[in-house]
């Protein structure tokens, strides 16, 4: 089974176009989350995952339009953006969105935006990955909410190793080791990295690759600023930050 992971798509249907354009036909889709927020395309980008995906889990964007979850806690960017966002979702696409769960498990693998149990905390060192590993006995945990491709491993005998994959790469999977892999960001990297990043959990092969793909980084900006939206949230795309 070959299985495309998504994260953190955010309303940018040119970059999730262009991971759709490069995955199989026969590749399951996952989302993990955080489908709508920042750009300018939350409709076509809710639609399209709904349409396409054996499972989705809610990020912390998806919440907020949902009920205003957190609100108070994004930078004045990402406010500004959610209200538009809240002001252009169809009524469908919203009651889709709250129909999602915080995560998804199966035998091998375990789907959450941010972290198991604690859904939207950022792991960002060894040490919150450690705290992950303990929450789930998951083999294998997707997250992303943090817009940074990269991968912790627990060893047998406790020890966690750590890579950053900003430019993509092979993941092969061994024996006895567990894994909690973000697969970057589809819509807004934050590695330095630009083109967009999604993984490949192949379950015979036993590898998770992480892609980057092009895709048209100026239509998306041009688009932004004609919504209206922060200048700030297109010049971000270019940089990758
Ligand atoms: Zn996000």
């Given at each position: 089974m070959r299985y495309a992971v998504v994260s953190d798509?955010?309303?940018?249907?040119?970059?999730?176009?262009?991971?759709?354009?490069?995955?199989?036909?026969?590749?399951?889709l996952l989302c993990?989350?955080?489908?709508?927020?920042?750009?300018?395309?939350?409709?076509?980008?809710?639609?399209?995952?709904?349409?396409?995906?054996t499972a989705t889990v809610l990020g912390n964007h998806d919440v907020a339009a949902i009920d205003n979850f957190g609100l108070a806690y994004f930078n004045p960017a990402a406010r500004e953006a959610m209200k538009w966002t809240q002001s252009v979702l169809t009524p469908e696409n919203l009651a889709w969105?709250?129909?999602?769960?915080?995560?998804?498990?199966?035998?091998?693998?375990?789907?959450?935006?941010?972290?198991?149990?604690?859904f939207f905390e950022y792991i960002l060192d060894k040490a919150a990955a450690a705290r992950a590993f303990a929450a789930t006995?998951?083999?294998?945990?997707?997250?992303?909410?943090?817009?940074?491709?990269?991968?912790?491993?627990?060893?047998?005998?406790?020890?966690?190793?750590?890579?950053?994959l900003q430019q993509g790469g092979e993941i092969p999977l061994r024996e006895s080791v567990r894994y909690l892999i973000n697969v970057g960001s589809v819509g807004q990297p934050r590695d330095l990295n630009p083109r967009a990043s999604f993984g490949v959990y192949d379950s015979a092969a036993r590898?998770?690759?992480?892609?980057?793909?092009?895709?048209?980084?100026?239509?998306?900006?041009?688009?932004?600023?004609?919504?209206?939206?922060?200048?700030?949230?297109?010049?971000?795309?270019?940089?990758?930050?």
């Open positions: 798509v955010h309303s940018n249907i040119d970059a999730l176009d262009a991971v759709f354009d490069s995955i199989r036909d026969d590749d399951a993990l989350g955080d489908i709508v927020g920042y750009g300018p395309n939350p409709n076509e980008c809710v639609e399209k995952i709904r349409a396409r995906a969105l709250d129909g999602l769960g915080y995560e998804f498990r199966m035998p091998d693998f375990l789907l959450v935006h941010g972290a198991p149990v604690n006995d998951a083999p294998l945990i997707f997250i992303g909410h943090t817009h940074i491709a990269e991968v912790y491993s627990l060893n047998p005998d406790g020890t966690i190793e750590h890579a950053h590898t998770v690759t992480i892609h980057r793909v092009d895709y048209p980084i100026a239509r998306v900006q041009a688009k932004i600023v004609s919504a209206h939206l922060p200048d700030a949230l297109a010049r971000r795309l270019l940089v990758g930050r």
